[in-house]
T-cell receptor, first 113, second 114 residues
């Protein structure tokens, strides 16, 4: 089955700097890659996703890139703010419809003022 | 996006007992998913529930321990049976919004087994 590895496990950045989280996946059939943000005690919230027919997607300060050949995808957060502090999870699915999500281990991001 | 009501939000249970967790969605969905998130860990899929058929369980999870019901397209329950302290986790349900629209999670049930 699918295996998703996520790095780093923790990331400390100064406010205003950029943060990058990387994930690799094992199943070349995976075609849907969402990113979730989970604040302490709250549910995971979808922040951005990308499909295998797209190489990059942006939404304001957040962007995701996908390299299908290398089987890795990354989350980029620019101009970080204290409210970006949370745990971020990447995931992969072999089907965009009714597919199972395989999650990475998570990255604890701490943005210091 | 879909609104999911999950109950209870938390519970403290005695070992050997069972707890049933409910998820109600404000729209009809084909599949509902149940996840477990152990303290400080990632999310692990327990099973996929399709209305009108038996749930499909992932490796390491069995129906006798985690029976699931899916009586209609807006509701599902997960029961954690014969609980032990190792079952202490957050349990979350999830639905797919629609083809290509991502997955939404319920607010979770924080279970502590003593």
């Amino acid at each position: 089955g699918e295996n998703v590895e996520q790095h780093p496990s923790t990331l400390s950045v100064q406010e205003g700097d950029s943060a990058v989280i990387k994930c690799t996946y094992s199943d070349s059939a995976s075609n849907y890659f969402p990113w979730y943000k989970q604040e302490l005690g709250k549910r995971p919230q979808l922040i951005i996703d990308i499909r295998s027919n797209v190489g990059e997607k942006k939404d304001q300060r957040i962007a995701v890139t996908l390299n299908k050949t290398a089987k890795h995808f990354s989350l980029h957060i620019t101009e970080t703010q204290p409210e970006d502090s949370a745990v971020y999870f990447c995931a992969a699915s072999t089907s965009g419809s009714w597919g199972k999500l395989q999650f990475g281990a998570g990255t604890q991001v701490v943005v210091t003022p | 996006s879909a609104v999911i009501s999950q109950k209870p939000s938390r519970d403290i249970c005695q070992r050997g007992t069972s707890l049933t967790i409910q998820c109600q969605v404000d729209s009809q969905v084909t599949m509902m998913f149940w996840y477990r998130q152990q303290p400080g860990q990632s999310l692990t899929l327990i099973a996929t529930a399709n209305q009108g058929s038996e749930a499909t369980y992932e490796s390491g999870f069995v129906i006798d321990k985690f029976p699931i019901s899916r009586p209609n397209l807006t509701f599902s329950t997960l029961t954690v049976s014969n609980m032990s302290p190792e079952d202490s986790s957050i349990y979350l349900c999830s639905v797919e919004e629609g083809f290509g629209d991502g997955y939404t999670f319920g607010s979770g049930t924080r279970l502590t087994v003593v």
